[in-house]
């Protein structure tokens, strides 16, 4: 089965930082783009940072840029998202996704990702 299993979320005061995980299983892992995604409550998801598979390529949406680093393991099958000087604004529940099509494509959700992970809510207090 495939599975993508986010974690890492909790809760932090603002400056503070987190770093979320997301382990996968059931798929051909370096043959696709990661992404992380977040849905706060009354907003569309948006898409966060994706990464491309081989991690060559790296995007970040603009109010993340800066603060937000994304990377990935191949061998361990895992992606990570440091979060560092979090906002209020970024408390959202965080979501990974896997897609076959380009990094860039998945973060604008230009493509409906080929799996999603179960969320993991991040609250930023200030």
């Known amino acids: 089965d495939v599975q993508l299993q986010a974690s890492g979320g909790g809760l932090v005061q603002a400056g503070g930082s987190l770093r979320l995980s997301c382990a996968a299983s059931?798929?051909?892992?370096?043959?696709?783009?990661i992404g992380w995604f977040r849905q706060a409550p009354g907003k569309e998801r948006e898409g966060v940072s994706c990464?491309?598979?081989?991690?060559?390529?790296?995007y970040y949406s603009e109010s993340v840029k800066g603060r937000f680093t994304i990377s990935r393991d191949n061998a361990r099958k895992m992606v990570y998202l440091q979060m560092n000087s979090l906002k209020p604004e970024d408390t959202a529940v965080y979501y990974c996704?896997?897609?076959?099509?380009?990094?860039?494509?998945?973060?604008?959700?230009?493509?409906?990702?080929?799996?999603w992970g179960q969320g993991t809510q991040v609250t930023v207090s200030s």
């Open positions: 059931g798929f051909t892992f370096d043959d696709y783009a």
């Open positions: 990464i491309s598979n081989s991690g060559d390529s790296i």
């Open positions: 996704a896997a897609d076959l099509a380009g990094a860039l494509l998945l973060l604008n959700l230009w493509v409906s990702p080929d799996y």
